[in-house]
Nanobody, 123 residues
Framework: QVQLVESGGGLVQAGGSLRLSCAAS????????MGWFRQGPGKAREFVAS????????YYADSVKGRVTISRDNAKNTVYLQMNSLKPEDTAVYYC????????????????WGQGTQVTVSS
């Protein structure tokens, strides 16, 4: 089992920044891929970004490219999502996910999910 706990959400004005954290514990293999998803009001959950624990490519949704950076701290088993130049349309619950297969994670089919953290961007 893998446990994921997100934190760092909150209320921010448009143009502001937030850094989300996802602390992972349990049977987390070093080969796992970690990702962030979000679900806005009345919208389907969508992929935001992903990164592997042991290097390799990062992936970003087109809607966040250039404004968002995903990173990891292997020593702390934590993945971060730095979000800059936030827009009201970034308002959503942000979820952390983990999977051993990158392609499966990026389509939202991961077995492991966190509980989510709310990000609200005011205009």
């Amino acid at each position: 089992q893998v446990q994921l706990v997100e934190s760092g959400g909150g209320l921010v004005q448009a143009g502001g920044s937030l850094r989300l954290s996802c602390a992972a514990s349990g049977r987390l293999s070093s080969s796992y891929v970690m990702g962030w998803f979000r679900q806005g009001p009345g919208k389907a959950r969508e992929f935001v970004a992903s990164i592997s624990w042991i290097g390799g490519p990062t992936y970003y949704a087109d809607s966040v490219k250039g404004r968002v950076t995903i990173s990891r701290d292997n020593a702390k088993n934590t993945v971060y999502l730095q979000m800059n130049s936030l827009k009201p349309e970034d308002t959503a619950v942000y979820y952390c996910a983990a999977d051993s297969i990158s392609s499966r994670l990026r389509v939202g089919a991961s077995d492991y999910w966190g509980q989510g953290t709310q990000v609200t961007v005011s205009s």
